[in-house]
């Protein structure tokens, strides 16, 4: 059986000696891009490897490319070589921010083709609060050459949005904050406001009480009443720079709402030209 949305603590638990499952921790913090390496450092579940948002999960941004772009493909698929990761291993990620970096390497291993990955349900607040192992062992794994296939429709470019701006066949899902959606406040960006005619869901309405994903039947009726009658696959998620929409995306997946994309370069990029539109309240 493989996992493509999210594993129990329990269930990987049971799986940690198991030569084909790999953990990889994602924890960081955008303020303190140091930390969570150095959390890594000093406890992580054993035998998971750690992935830094900004060195493995993005390329360098340029000024017009969004905070976290995409890295090309190859490149992402040469770091996983470089984890020993095979396509045929489960992958769970996990983090310390209620799964937005998880779901950012979970997207990305599903970009490249690799179907067998979930985000640890609870992270690793819920693995520690459960009194489960951590070790600051560090793996070593040997390489392989990872052969990474990229699925060319499984995002979206800045033209791409801007053609489609308050067409029936695009409605653009923001998971920022609301009242950074408004326009009101911006901690992050140099401009205020949104993507004209996007709708607001903050990821962390994904989340129950105690950190982890709501049921299934709750997350589909909560992005039912935001779709209304459009199909799954007119979704193009946005945020600030394409990790949290991450996090909307998978949250469609556990509700069985298949077909959604994402706009990597999201707010971040979109303000990067002046000349496209923006609106805020």
Known sequence: ??????????????????????????????????????????????????????????????????????????????????????????????????????????????????????VLDGGFAAWRAEGRAVSAAVPRFAPTRYPGRPHADAHVDAGRVAAHLGAEDMLIIDARAAERFRGEVEPIDPVAGRIPGSRNRFCGLNLAPDGRFKDAATLRAEFAALLGKRAPASVVHSCGSGVAACHNQLAMEIAGLSGSRLYPGSWSEWIADPARPREKD
């Open 1 to 118: 059986m493989s996992y493509t949305t999210l594993v129990a603590t329990q269930v990987l638990a049971q799986h940690l000696q198991d030569a084909s499952w790999r953990v990889i921790d994602c924890r960081h913090e955008l303020a303190k891009p140091a930390l969570g390496a150095a959390q890594y450092a000093e406890a992580h579940i054993p035998g998971a490897v750690h992935a830094h948002m900004d060195r493995d999960l993005a390329a360098q941004p340029d000024g017009s490319n969004g905070r976290h772009p995409l890295p090309a493909p190859e490149a992402f698929a040469a770091w996983l070589g470089r984890q020993g990761l095979r396509p045929s291993d489960q992958v769970v990620a996990y983090d310390a921010s209620g799964g937005t970096a998880a779901s950012r390497l979970w997207w990305m291993l599903r970009w490249l083709g690799h179907e067998a990955a979930a």
